[in-house]
Each structure stands twice: as C-alpha cells, then as structure tokens.
C-alpha cells in the first residue's frame, strides 16, 4: 500500500512536471517483492528491477528516502548521481539497480555466497522481468548460482510486456518456470497479484534454501498496469486483458482476503490507507522544498579513497 | 638483503601467494585456476596451499564471474578474478563499466576487485588471444588499470591493486610471464598505484611507454646509444590509469617524445599521451609527438604478419632515429 501510494503520488507529480528525468512505476506488481520482503530475514540481501518500489518499502525506505531519490535531492540515496528507481541501500541489503537487464543477478548471487562464507545464513531474493529472462547475464547467473549451490530465489515476474514487446518475443517456453530443470533446479509457478499465496510459497522456499543451499526459479504471472514509463500510452496492450488484471489488483486481493477471514476491519483498512496517503503526501511536499545537489560535488567519489 | 632472480609471471605468483597469505578475505576464482592452475600455470599449487573456498573454479561465464565478485566485494571479501584472457573481458564490459565503475559514483559503496587479464602479442595467439584492450577500460570512469613491466613491479603491483578500495584491471603481459627475468629482494617493495619510473635515463629523446614494449624500447635505445651516442630515456607508465601525468610532462622536457604501445592506434593511450604534452608541456618540444603502434586491424595469426602487425626493435630503433634527426 505504501509502494502504491508513493507511485501514485509520483505519478501525479510527474504529470506536474516536477520529476527530472522519466517515471516508472511497478503499480500493479507490489505483490512479489512485499512477499518477499516478508519471507527474508534482517542479513538476507535483495535484487529489485524498476517494477518493484515494494522491495525498497519492504526494506525499510520510507517516502522522504524515495522522493529524495526521485527528486534529484543532494540528500538523495544517491546524492543526485542516479535518478529515480536506481538506487539501495546494502545496510539494509538492498543492490542497486543498473539498467542493464539481467546484470545485478550475478552480483546479488555473489553478495550472498560472501555474506555465507562469513557464516551468516544469508539468502537472496534477484528479481527479473520476462524481458530480462532473455539476456546471458540472467542464464549466466541462474547457472552459476546452481552450479555453487547459492541459496538465491530467482523471481521471475512475467508482466505481459518488456516495454512494448510481448512475451511472445521473449520466449517459445509455455511457462518460465519450464526452465528450472534445464538448471537442474526447482521451478515454481505462482500467482504474482496474490500477496498472501506468494507470502507462503516464498516464506517456504526461504525457509527451505536457508537449510538447503541451492537456487530456486520462482515463475509470478502478474500484469503492468501502466506503460513503461508515464511517457508512453500503453496503447499497445490489449484492453480486455488489462481489464482482467484490473480486476484482480493485488492490493484489493490482499485486502479482501484479509478482510474476508476476519484478519482486518474496514475501519482499520481505510484507517491504514488514510495514514499513509498522508504520510506520502506530506513527505513530497518537504522533500520537494529541499535542496539539489551542489555542482561543485561533481568528481567526488568516483574512486573510493585509497 | 638477499637476492634471487624471479620471472615476470613467478612475481606476479609471489604476489598473489603474499595477499593471499597476509589477507584472508581474498578469493582468487576464474576458468581452469583451481586444480590445474590456470592456463598460463600461474596459480599452480594455490588450490592446496589455500583450500577449496578461497580458489575455485567458475563457468565459462565472464560476466557472472564479475558480477559475483562485485557483489563479493560489497560485502566483505577482495576477490582477484582472473580472465583466462583479457580478449574475454569484452563478454563482461558491462560489468565493469555499469556496475564496478559507477558504485561508488551512486552510493559509496567501494569495490575491492582485482581483474587479472593476460594479454598481448607477439607468440601466435592470433585475433582473439592477443589482444591489448587497455584503452577501452581507461575509457571506464571509476577503474584503475595497471599494467607492469618488470617482475619486480609485477610483484609489488598485484599487491598494491588487490589492496586497493577500487576495481583495478590488471593486466599482465603474456610474452613477458617467461621472456623477462630480474634479480629481486626477498621482501616486496611497496609501489603505488599511478607511479611511472625512468628505467632508462637519456636527455636527448624519451620514449614514453608500457608492457612489453618498455623492453623493446630499451633495446632500441641501446641501439640508438651506440649507433649515435644519442641517449633516450624510457619512461614507464607502470599505471595506465589513474595516468602519471606529471613524470609524463617531467619526460617530455627532453624536448623528443615517442609514444609506443603494441595496442591498436585508433584513440589508443598514445592519442591521450600526445594530447597531454600537447596541452601542457608544449614549449618544451622540439619535434612534434610521434606515436608508434599497432596498427588499426585484427591482431593476424601468421608470424610474418604478426611481425609486420607489432612494433620491433627495428622499427622502435628507425623511429628514434628519425625523431632524433627531427
């Protein structure tokens, strides 16, 4: 909900015109990566992609972090030396991303089999879209992670589009997860709207990893909801299929589900919802009054001091 | 102190065995290095000497061999990868231009990993086993690129770069691991990173230079001292980058400078040297910067083009014979 309510408000100001740069939102995938903040543990390390604002939210970010970050803020996780989703934090053992699709699998893989050799009983979570499946580096990684057991969830989230290319450009497979065996590993299906199913299995997997080293390919089916980034229409997808994950929002899933075995009240749900809407909101407008990054700050840190 | 003599390739060995030693969270990793010692036998032994969880073998995956040993080095180790050869980094540049180089740059985060990528000419490796691609990553803001010439250097260097907080290429001259020999002392001399050395003093020609090259270009100038009393100095950059711009401009001030390097002409370290003393030491010269190089084709296998293809003696020897006639 948090994830949601920070995307929203950032779309809003991206249609402001007060984002420098473009605007990409996981609006519609919140579920993968929240599942599986809550099946990690504090020394378990995480790979997100752009579509998952969730994982940083899981993770401990909270919106001044993240619109600092979009806004370009000198305070910003990146002190204004990366834009928008591109950021982490490995305190809270979050890598962060590069464009290059496939490129942070092989290096969450590595942070992981390095937290292990210190003795802690780290796992990791690297997150993948359909399109990025297609690159050597998400085979390069997934295979080196089998080959040396590295206890690594590889999250496949199969969004229907790689900007506006469809899965059928992406792969011949009837499912993702038809590839694990090819790895000589595990792969699972899951309903990626579904926070509650992806919350068991992942919680399982963890679980199961953590006491038995080795990798496992996790295939979600979800949808992006929005184009690839607020400047493109999203013309291209089929109307009747965005309607059929409309109608299964992961939010309102998790929500009614919760509401339905009587875990939550509508109180305390819409109590919830308007907290953080004001929690958001106020956090966009402080950070939008702080200031940008001073030029003179250019070459620092391009080398770490020796 | 006592003294023996060691190869190019046993000093970058002893280094690596040193930081080994002295640092436990290293870990060396690459193809073929573990049990049969790697391609060129450099690791032989290591396998025994530092059990099976500090040097392994990997894939024949070059950018998951470098992706994994960014994420190592943000959490704790110094991973040493080697590239069985530096032609194969160009499988992985991506790993080193996005993710090592710009780390730092984004988050603070430094990256402790050393490259070893064997590389040159001049023994019949053809296209894809000779190749020189060191303008390439001083290209890549964030990286550190080492490149010696001498076993004592080569010892010390490995050190210095494995110990460093950056990632740093380091590139080890194939034709040099078993042609070049020097007497060293039993302890290893410190040597930073981005110090060239004068290892031919001349005052009336300088042939600023790296690699295998710095031997050629000592011959040359033996050859040149002898035909025509004339001396040249030899500067060895030792660092590609971060560059000894200072020694470079210091060298410049015999007024004749020749740039040589085996790697390819087009924008190559040559261009950059050039432009240095151009820029900055221009009313010391006396002759405009020549630059001597390979020239901009595919490395060829045959030996009477390969000879044609890389700077000789012969041809390093006519070229400093007619700047110094310039």
Redesign the interface.
């Known amino acids: 909900m948090i994830s949601r309510a920070i995307e929203e408000r950032l779309i809003r100001l991206y249609h402001q015109g007060k984002v420098y740069g473009g605007a990409y939102s996981g609006v519609g995938q919140e579920a993968p990566g929240a599942a599986a903040c809550l099946a990690g543990e504090p020394h378990d390390?995480y790979a997100p992609l752009i579509r998952n604002m969730s994982v940083h939210v899981g993770r401990g970010a909270g919106p001044h972090h993240l619109f600092r970050q979009w806004l370009a803020r000198a305070s910003s996780?990146?002190r204004g030396?990366?834009g928008n989703i591109?950021?982490?934090d490995?305190s809270a053992g979050v890598?962060?991303m590069?464009?290059?699709l496939g490129?942070?699998?092989?290096?969450?893989?590595?942070?992981?089999?390095?937290?292990r050799?210190?003795g802690i009983p780290c796992i990791g979570f690297g997150f993948i879209g359909d399109g990025g499946s297609s690159t050597?580096?998400f085979h390069?990684?997934v295979?080196?992670a089998a080959?040396f057991d590295v206890p690594v969830v590889f999250i496949i989230e199969d969004n229907k589009f790689a900007y506006s290319t469809p899965t059928s450009r992406q792969f011949r497979c009837a499912n993702l997860a038809d590839r694990a065996p090819g790895y000589g590993i595990e792969g699972h299906r899951a309903d990626g709207n579904d926070a509650l199913a992806l919350l068991d299995l992942l919680a399982r997997l963890a679980d199961d990893i953590r006491a038995r080293p080795r990798p496992v390919l996790v295939a979600v089916d979800t949808m992006r909801m929005r184009g690839h980034g607020e400047h493109d229409d999203f013309a291209y997808a089929p109307r009747e299929l965005l309607e059929s994950y409309r109608a299964r929002d992961p939010i309102a899933v998790c929500r009614d589900a919760l509401l339905a075995d009587g875990r939550l009240t509508d109180e305390q749900w819409h109590a919830l919802e308007a907290s953080i809407r004001t929690e958001v909101d106020q956090a966009a407008r402080e950070v939008a009054a702080e200031p940008a990054p001073d030029p003179r700050t250019l070459l620092e840190?391009?080398?770490?001091?020796? | 102190m006592p003294r023996r003599e060691i190869t190019y390739l046993q000093g970058i060995r002893e280094g690596l065995q040193y930081v080994l030693r002295t640092h436990p969270e290293t870990?060396l990793f690459g193809e073929d290095v573990a049990a049969f010692g790697g391609a060129f036998k450099m690791t032989t032994g290591f396998l025994d000497a530092f059990g099976a969880?500090r040097v392994f073998d990997?894939?024949i995956?070059e950018?998951?061999?470098?992706?994994?040993?960014?994420?190592?080095a943000?959490?704790?180790?110094k991973?040493i990868v080697e590239l069985q050869f530096a032609d194969f980094a160009t499988t992985a540049l991506?790993?080193l231009l996005?993710?090592a180089g710009?780390?730092?740059?984004?988050?603070?985060?430094?990256?402790?990993l050393t490259v070893r990528a064997p590389c040159g000419g001049g023994f019949g490796g053809g296209p894809f086993h000779s190749e020189e691609l060191e303008a390439i990553f001083c290209h890549m803001?964030?990286i550190?690129v080492v490149y010696p010439a001498f076993p004592s250097d080569a010892r010390s260097l490995i050190v210095s770069a494995v110990l460093?907080?950056?990632p740093v290429i380091f590139l080890e001259n194939k034709f040099l691991y078993r042609h070049v020999k020097e007497d060293v002392e039993t302890d290893i001399a410190p040597v930073p990173?981005g110090c060239a050395r004068i290892c031919r003093p001349g005052t009336d020609a300088t042939v600023v230079t790296y690699g295998a090259m710095v031997h050629t270009a000592i011959h040359a100038a033996e050859t040149v001292a002898h035909e025509t009393g004339a001396e040249v100095m030899v500067l060895d950059l030792r660092s590609l980058k971060p560059l000894d711009t200072q020694a470079i401009l210091a060298a410049a001030a015999t007024g004749r400078v020749l740039v040589l390097h085996e790697a390819w002409r087009t924008c190559g370290l040559g261009a950059e040297v050039a432009a240095l003393i151009a820029e900055q030491a221009f009313h010391h010269l006396d002759a405009p910067v020549r630059r001597l190089t390979a020239p901009d084709c595919p490395v060829p296998f045959a030996p009477e083009l390969e000879a044609a293809y890389r700077p000789d003696e012969p041809t390093v020897t006519e070229a400093l014979l007619d700047l110094l006639e310039t």
């Open positions: 390390l996780p990146t030396r990366d591109h950021h982490g490995l890598y962060p590069i464009s290059h490129a942070m699998l092989p290096v969450v893989t590595g942070g992981v089999m390095a937290r050799r210190r050597g580096d390069e990684a295979n080196f080959v840190g391009v080398y770490a001091p020796s | 870990v969880d990997t894939p995956a950018s998951a061999m470098l992706g994994a040993a960014i994420g190592m943000t959490q704790g180790l991973p991506h790993q996005n993710n710009t780390l730092h740059y984004r988050t603070g985060v430094p990256v402790p803001p964030g550190k460093d907080p950056n990173l």
